[in-house]
């Protein structure tokens, strides 16, 4: 049967989330007939989950640095159908979402776009900030033949489907459908939820330290809308801007770790994005062992799912108790040793924590992605320069106390 409409559906990397994702679209009546493609990370983390439904949906491979904008761009050139749904990531739909999205646009021909509600504001979800609309594929063709799907760094991926709806509203209306309805998954609205049971001023559950060489840069803004989109406990971020004068990478973690008011600290690098669900498996492990039989963890840190993974520890991103400053840091105030400025502060963590008997714990369930050595990457000659000399210096530093022989962590 000839499909009505292409559902694009992005697949977030989680095996979890992405298994949930799906299940949510196998749900989907057969009317109107429709087809799935899957957009999906070229990298291959959902290989063993895709193996299972084959056959029954198309998988368009992406490359994840294009971001959503790529993706749904790809997925747009191989639709069969006239009209096109667009799904984000943060939303599972409804069994009845399809065929009100189809009906409204098939008995509206002044209607351009057609835009989902969401469970949690069904009344009050304006168009421009629907996680699923749907489209004529002719249109949506043009509007990516004229640039409006960018590649990420100039569209970011919460800005994707409002940019779509601001193009193609050219064609006619953009309204919402009431009758179609998603699931939001965690999310803005979710962690909003939560931060409204805190009580203002009070300490929230954590902190997130995040020191960074460009304060007003892209990849600080994409780490931080990750973290907001994809955490859903009372947090603060706390960012560290040590760029003029440097500082290095040692002072700024510890001011923003004694500024931190959380119950749990994670130190993140600018290059890092968190993905779905990334916290509560840390949460867990930090925690395990109140009356149990594991001893919980001092120092965890999640799976990177792309790039350099090591095992032992990887620091560009770590979460901890706050107990843990006290137990394991080298003086009051300072966790990481402050005669390490920018390089092996991080080993020589892994070294203390090595020999106290509590090395660091690595959480799969928690996953991440990380541009790998991009936070201390910086096309100014003179900081450049600057930290090609403190690097060396801290590495005498560093073997002058340890030896040359003690193996590193992944930075």
């Not at 997130?208 to 947090?235: E, K, M, N, S, Y």
Request: glycine share 10%; charged share 20%; net charge negative.
């Amino acid at each position: 049967m000839t499909p009505l409409i292409s559902v694009l559906v992005p697949l977030p990397p989680s095996p979890a989330a992405a298994l949930a994702a799906l299940e949510a679209i196998a749900g989907l009546p057969e009317a109107p007939a429709h087809e799935v493609l899957l957009l999906v990370d070229a990298g291959g983390t959902l290989d063993d989950l895709l193996a299972r439904v084959a056959g029954d949906v198309e998988v368009v491979r992406v490359d994840h640095r294009t971001g959503l904008a790529g993706a749904i761009a790809a997925g747009t050139a191989r639709a069969a159908a006239p009209t096109v749904a667009l799904v984000r990531d943060a939303a599972h739909v409804t069994p009845g979402w399809l065929a009100a999205l189809h009906h409204a646009l098939d008995a509206d021909p002044a209607l351009a776009v057609a835009t989902a509600v969401t469970a949690e504001d069904p009344g009050g979800t304006s168009p421009v900030a629907a996680l699923a609309l749907a489209c004529r594929r002719e249109a949506l063709g043009r509007a990516v033949a004229a640039g409006v799907l960018a590649a990420r760094g100039r569209i970011a991926d919460d800005l994707v489907l409002p940019a779509l709806c601001v193009a193609l509203a050219a064609d006619g209306r953009v309204e919402p459908v009431p009758r179609a309805v998603v699931q939001r998954v965690g999310g803005r609205t979710a962690a909003a939820a939560a931060r409204g049971v805190w009580k203002y001023g009070a300490a929230p559950e954590l902190t997130v330290v995040i020191p960074t060489l460009d304060a007003a840069g892209d990849r600080l803004r994409a780490c931080v809308r990750a973290l907001q989109q994809h955490t859903d406990a009372p947090h603060e971020i706390v960012v560290v801007d040590n760029g003029s004068p440097p500082q290095g990478f040692t002072a700024p973690v510890n001011a923003g770790l004694r500024a931190g008011r959380g119950t749990y600290l994670v130190v993140c690098n600018d290059d890092v994005e968190v993905l779905p669900g990334w916290w509560p498996p840390l949460r867990a492990r930090l925690t395990v062992g109140s009356g149990g039989e594991i001893p919980p963890a001092e120092v965890v840190f999640p799976m990177t799912v792309d790039g350099a993974m090591r095992e032992d520890f990887a620091a560009w991103c770590f979460a901890l108790h706050r107990g843990t400053l006290d137990r394991h840091g080298v003086a009051p105030g300072e966790f990481l040793d402050p005669g390490l400025k920018v390089w092996y502060q991080d080993t020589d963590l892994l070294a203390r924590l090595r020999a106290a008997g509590v090395p660091p714990v690595l959480v799969r369930e928690s996953r991440i992605r990380h541009g790998l050595s991009e936070t201390v990457g910086t096309a100014d000659p003179s900081l450049r320069a600057w930290i090609d000399a403190q690097i060396a210096r801290d590495r005498a530093a560093f073997e002058a106390r340890h030896g040359s022989g003690v193996p590193g962590a992944a930075r």
